[in-house]
């Protein structure tokens, strides 16, 4: 397994400038971030006068509002497509390239005591 250099001092500008984001609770603050900055995007979003093609576009935060409810539902219509797709774990049989079995001892498992 390949080691990764965590010294911040041997590490490239731009790795170093991303160390952030491997502490605990870094996904916490970008989410909230990225919330606060989309929220503020759809304020501006009523500061400025439209020229839109169609009436619809010359509703103020109409591309946010848009764009969320084609995402959501692009999410319902894959997990509702999933039930249709799914194949059961054994699909291929053995003709599966992970179907044979492995020989335990190359498969290098570590035990952790103490957990």
Do not use: Q
Not at 17 to 43: E, T, Y
């Amino acid at each position: 397994m390949a080691e990764y250099n965590t010294d911040p001092d041997k590490l490239p500008r731009l790795g170093r400038m991303l160390l952030w984001v491997d502490k605990p609770g870094s996904a916490n603050k970008l989410f909230w971030g990225l919330a606060i900055l989309c929220g503020l995007l759809f304020l501006l979003d009523f500061t400025y006068e439209h020229h839109g093609h169609f009436d619809m576009e010359n509703i103020p935060g109409f591309y946010g509002i848009y764009g969320f409810v084609m995402f959501t539902g692009l999410i319902l219509v894959a997990k509702a497509l999933r039930v249709l797709i799914k194949r059961p774990e054994d699909y291929y049989g053995d003709k599966a390239v992970d179907g044979e079995e492995y020989p335990a001892e190359k498969l290098g498992k570590e035990t952790h005591d103490g957990l």
